[in-house]
Every structure is written in C-alpha cells, then in structure tokens.
C-alpha cells in the first residue's frame, strides 16, 4: 500500500545566491582576467542561478601563485596545533550553515534535499573534524617521525557530491600543511564558492585555499601546472588517463579516483527485506550518479525471481520529483549531456536485447529527468553491464555458486567497491579475500566515514582518500621498504 504525501518544500529564502561570482584568489573574490562567465543552472527546472567565471591560463597561474606564497608565508610554517584550530573553525562553521549548504548543494545538482541534508552535510563537517584531530599529530600517523607536506595542491572533483568531494581533497591537503587550488565541476560551483566565503569567515590566511571556477579546460591548465606539487582528482576514468599522461616524468605526487561498475551480490540465505533496501540505496541514492554504485544486482539464481518481484514492489513507491520536497527520493539528472549519455547506454541495452523495467511515475516537463530503471535478462557481455552509465539504471545478472559470483563480480575494468549480502561470516570474508575491489561492504551499501580509506583498483584509479591512509597521499612518505 502506498500513502499519498502532502508537498513538503525546504525553503529557498536560506539561500543568498549571487547574481555572478569571480574567482576566489589569495583570500578575495577577484574578477577573472579571462573576463569569460559561464551559467550555473537548476536542472530540476533549468533556471539559471547565476553565472560564474571562466579561470584563464592568467587567473591559473594567479591561483597557484597565491597558494604557493601563502604555503612558504605562513601554512607550512604554522604548527598543527594552529593548522587544526582553523580546520576545526571551519567544520564548524559547515555546521551552522549546514541548512543554507544543503539547500545551495540541492538547487545546483539536483539531488533530493533529504540526501543533501542528511548525507552530503553532515559527511563534510564531519571529514573536517576528523582531519583537523589529525593536524597535531602527523608524526604517529606512521608516515616517519617528522612527516612534511608536499606543497601546492591542484584539486579537481566531479559534479555528483560538489561539497563532499571538495571536504575529501581540502581536508586532509591543509590537515597535513599543504595549500591548495581547487576546480569544482562546472555545472556545479556554488557550494565550492560558498564554502572560500567559509574560509573568509574563518579567518583561514590569504591564499591558503584557492578556489578556479571553470570547465575542463580549466582543469587541464590547473594539473599541467609546473608549480604544483600534488594532483588529486575525482572523475572519469577516460580524463584520469590524460591527467596520468600529462603527469608522468613530473616530480608531482597523484593520486586518481575514477569510475567503478560495482558489483552488489545477494545470497540466498541474505535478509532479503533488508537486501533490496541496500539494492535500492545502492543503484538509486543520488540518481546513481556514484562511483562506488551497486550498478551489477548479481543474484542468486534459487531467489532472483523473488527478489526481483520484490525489487519493483519497492520501486514502486520511490517519489520522483521535485528535490526540495523533503518527501522525494529520487532528484534530477545534473546535466542534460549526463541524460543523453544514460539514454544512450539504456538504449543500447534494449538494442542488446536485456529487458528493461521502470515504475509508473510521472517526469516532470522541465529539468532533466530519469525514471529508475532495472534491466533483466543482461549478460556479461552487455554494453550496460560492463561500461558505468552513472544514472538510475541497475543491470541484474545471476549466479550459482560463491565462485561464479566473484568470477562475474571480477569480470569488469573497474575494481572500486563491492556489496555482500548473507548471513554466514565466513562467507564474507572469503568473498571479501577474493573480490577486486577497495571497497567491501557487507550487508550493507553505501556507508562513508572519514576514518575509512576510499579508493580503488585497476581502471577505478589509485590512491586513498580518507582514514590514515589517506593522509599519505599529501605527506612525503618514507620508503621503509
Ligand atoms: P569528467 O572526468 O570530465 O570531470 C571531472 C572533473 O574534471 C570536472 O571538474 C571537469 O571539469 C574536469 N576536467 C575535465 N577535463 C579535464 C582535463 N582534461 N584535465 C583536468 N580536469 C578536467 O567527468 P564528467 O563530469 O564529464 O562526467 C563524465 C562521466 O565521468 C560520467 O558520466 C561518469 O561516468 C564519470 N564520472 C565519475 C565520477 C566518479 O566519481 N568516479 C564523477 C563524475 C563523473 P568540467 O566539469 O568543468 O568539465
């Protein structure tokens, strides 16, 4: 049985959005020397917000300039004790602001206000809190007993968790004394501009975090930087290629986060209420737009039928809708090119001749929309079960036994997570032993702490984001070997 709700709309008056923003240098917002603006759009309605500029070869080089002056001047010369008290200031400033942040996050990327509020937010001031206890002490984080940070950092993230992404470069880079420059995705700069208006607030020095709005090109110019010490980046496997590329023979550090095809594997001994819970977290959490996406249900054959059965029961009463309504689960797609790319992989999946499913639920004639979908009767060799469609689409395959299901769970370019549901222990910490994968959750999906390390295999890119580990990536590391 399903309950009509009554609307129940965030306010949008928490939200003070500029008409246009420049680039935050050196600790001020400046007016780019490119003189080139871009729109940043709603993609729940298309309205424009705002526009933002266009960072230049100049306004790249202002910002590094800015941020190695500021590491020489003042960061890397401060104790962690004092590097901590800003970090600290500003986690909790995320938190006084974290409904205004929620609020910006959601109109800018679509996603529904219930995740930006309850996930996104709290995960951000939460990985600033966590690195700020870190500051003071590097030195038994078991880097060596004296640990130094690298430099400059260039800093480029995706679209599908603006502020979080940005919380899991920021962090840890200032955390371990480095200054940074950061690029947000185009199509979402404003939790990234509010977030240099958080840092004036905090009294953070001049030029410690830069902030270089733009499209990738202002991303290449950002890594190709010859002044910069670390290259982290959040994104497609296809652009992680080139940043290697231009990156190799360089003395910079780097460290990659790219795409996954997770595979989420249920046992027929698994709580099966519980399982589609996580298969619904899994696929449709943030409209799929996630790397680590259970994008593969591989099933059990003894139970695919009832837990597919029971997958469209549950789907059916997913609300697709209007992201500031805090009863809707599913938000809008970010971009319009992000629709055609996921219209274009499920097309191909019909072509293949897997068998496609979605709920009855009504799209809204404005923005950019995607009904959840399931596809049946996928193979390995299927275009959706192999390439990341980075939507609401899930592909369902089935196995026999515990060797096929890592076999099938193996047989993918990406190694970033993975998801195991059944009851026997033993079981999991085989499959846990076998699976390819940085990332095991079991009997569960989708969980994040800033005490765990993030990160990948093979085409999911290199390198931890988060926990101890995560610190190495911007310490210089000794070699104990
Ligand atoms: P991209 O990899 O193109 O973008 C990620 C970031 O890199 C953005 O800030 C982008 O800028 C920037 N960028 C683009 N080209 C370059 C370059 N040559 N050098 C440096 N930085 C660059 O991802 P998209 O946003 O285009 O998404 C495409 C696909 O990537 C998605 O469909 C999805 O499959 C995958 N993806 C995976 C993510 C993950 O978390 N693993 C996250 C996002 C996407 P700009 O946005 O302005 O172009």
Redesign the pocket.
């Known amino acids: 049985m399903t309950f009509e709700y009554a609307p129940a709309p965030e306010s949008r008056s928490v939200v003070d959005i500029q008409p246009n923003y420049g680039l935050f240098i050196g600790g001020e917002f400046v007016e780019p020397a490119s003189n080139e603006f871009f729109k940043t759009i709603n993609p729940a309605t298309e309205e424009v917000l705002s526009e933002v500029a266009e960072a230049g070869q100049a306004d790249v080089d202002a910002a590094v300039q800015a941020a190695r002056k500021a590491y020489h001047k003042t960061w890397s010369r401060m104790s962690g004790k004092d590097r901590a008290k800003y970090i600290f200031r500003i986690a909790r400033l995320i938190q006084e602001r974290s409904r205004e942040l929620a609020v910006l996050e959601t109109l800018d990327n679509g996603k529904p206000i219930r995740e930006s509020r309850d996930v996104d937010i709290p995960l951000v001031a939460a990985h600033f809190f966590y690195h700020a206890g870190w500051a003071d002490k590097l030195e038994f984080a078991g880097y060596g007993p004296n640990p130094k940070s690298l430099g400059v950092a260039a800093q480029?993230?995706?679209?599908?968790f603006p502020l979080l992404m940005l919380a899991w470069k920021i962090a840890p880079a200032l955390a371990c004394g480095n200054t940074v420059v950061l690029?947000?995705?185009?199509?979402t700069p404003l939790t990234a501009l509010a977030f240099a208006d958080i840092c004036q607030q905090a009294d953070l020095p001049p030029g410690v975090v830069n902030i270089v709005t733009?499209?990738?090109e202002s991303?290449?110019m950002l890594?190709e930087h010859p002044d910069v010490n670390k290259v982290a980046f959040?994104?497609?496997t296809e652009?992680g290629k080139?940043?290697q590329r231009a990156v190799a023979g360089t003395n910079k550090k780097l460290t990659l986060?790219?795409?996954?095809k997770a595979a989420n594997i249920v046992f027929d001994d698994a709580p099966i209420d519980q399982a589609i819970e996580g298969i619904v977290n899994g696929i449709y959490f943030n409209q799929g737009h996630v790397?680590c996406a259970g994008s593969r249900l591989l099933l059990q054959e003894s139970i695919a039928e009832e837990a597919i059965d029971a997958l469209k029961d549950r789907l059916q009463t997913l609300r697709l809708g209007d992201p500031m309504d805090k009863n809707t689960d599913i938000g809008a797609i970010n971009s319009s090119m992000?629709l055609a790319?996921i219209e274009e992989l499920t097309k191909s999946g019909e072509d293949e001749g897997a068998e496609r499913w979605s709920p009855t639920c009504p799209i809204p004639e404005k923005g950019f929309w995607f009904p959840p979908t399931v596809f049946t009767n996928v193979t390995q060799a299927h275009r959706i079960a192999r390439e990341?469609i980075?939507g609401p689409v899930l592909s369902v395959l089935t196995f026999r036994t515990p060797e096929e299901a890592v076999e099938k769970a193996n047989n993918t370019p990406f190694g970033l997570s993975t998801g195991i549901w059944t009851e026997k222990g033993s079981r999991i910490l085989w499959m846990a032993n076998k699976v390819r994968s940085g990332i095991v959750w079991a009997n569960t999906f989708n969980r994040f702490d800033p005490a765990s390390p993030f990160g990948g295999y093979k085409e999911s890119g290199f390198g931890r984001e988060g926990g101890v580990q995560g610190l190495g990536a911007y310490l210089t590391v000794e070699d104990n070997s």
């Open positions: 480029v993230i995706p679209w599908n690029k947000p995705a185009e199509t733009g499209a990738g991303g290449r890594v959040t994104g497609s652009v080139a940043i986060e790219l795409g996954g790397c992000q790319k990341e980075f």
